[in-house]
């Protein structure tokens, strides 16, 4: 069974742009949850979608937002980027939700300058 | 808000040690899961525990859920340089509606 593919893998962007990350979880999963993690902060949570729907959201502003397809892919967007959003960007995909098994993705390393 | 507090933050022992990172919360669990993670790499599930008490083994890994499900720690018997990585807990919370958690972490290095 393939694991959780995200693209791309490394991103350099600068200030104020905008930028989209995809992540495809594993077959059969329904719910998607994506986390940014950093050396300061440690790993927090941002959203997790389920059968196309936010079920869930932390504590990120609204420039940070996400969309689920039908077929369970996940895409991340970031917009107005600011040097703070300089992160290592993880999704994480189970069948169930965040409380039962997750599986992540190598994640994208962002870095805005 | 809850915080899920990990420690040591950072661990470095010789080979054949053995080590306990402890995980905890002033609110109650409804499940917590231990990860390791290795750099570049997304993080690794190794554990879920859910009942008060429970001990779980994985080989030299041994995972203890506190009675009062509000705390967890991690042992590892007989250290190898392979267990080296970023050992994290994370806790779903009653009231939190799903939110998973995350500790800082425990960066673990084992040296031969």
């Known amino acids: 069974k393939a694991g959780v593919t995200q693209t791309p893998r490394y991103l350099i962007k600068t200030r104020g742009q905008q930028v989209t990350l995809s992540c495809s979880p594993i077959s059969g999963h329904r719910s998607v949850s994506w986390y940014q993690q950093t050396p300061g902060q440690g790993l927090q949570f941002l959203f997790e979608y389920f059968s196309e729907t936010q079920r869930n959201k932390g504590n990120f502003p609204g420039r940070f937002s996400g969309r689920q397809f039908s077929n369970s892919r996940s895409e991340m967007n970031v917009s107005t980027l600011e040097l703070g959003d300089s992160a290592l960007y993880l999704c994480?995909?189970?069948?169930?939700?965040?409380?039962?098994?997750?599986?992540f993705g190598p994640g994208t390393r962002l870095t805005v300058t | 808000t809850q915080l899920l507090e990990q420690s040591p933050q950072f661990l470095s022992i010789q080979e054949g040690e053995n080590l306990t990172v402890y995980c905890n919360s002033s609110s109650v669990f409804s499940s917590l899961q231990w990860y390791r993670q290795e750099p570049g790499e997304g993080p690794v599930l190794l554990v879920t525990v859910v009942t008060g008490g429970e001990v779980k083994k994985l080989k030299r890994l041994t995972f203890q859920f506190g009675d009062a499900r509000k705390d967890s720690s991690l042992h590892i018997t007989a250290a190898q340089p392979g267990d080296t990585g970023l050992y994290l807990c994370a806790g779903v919370y009653y009231n939190q509606g799903g939110k998973l958690i995350f500790g800082q972490g425990t960066e673990l290095s084992v040296k031969p």
């Open positions: 994480a995909s189970s069948f169930a939700g965040v409380g039962r098994e997750q599986y």
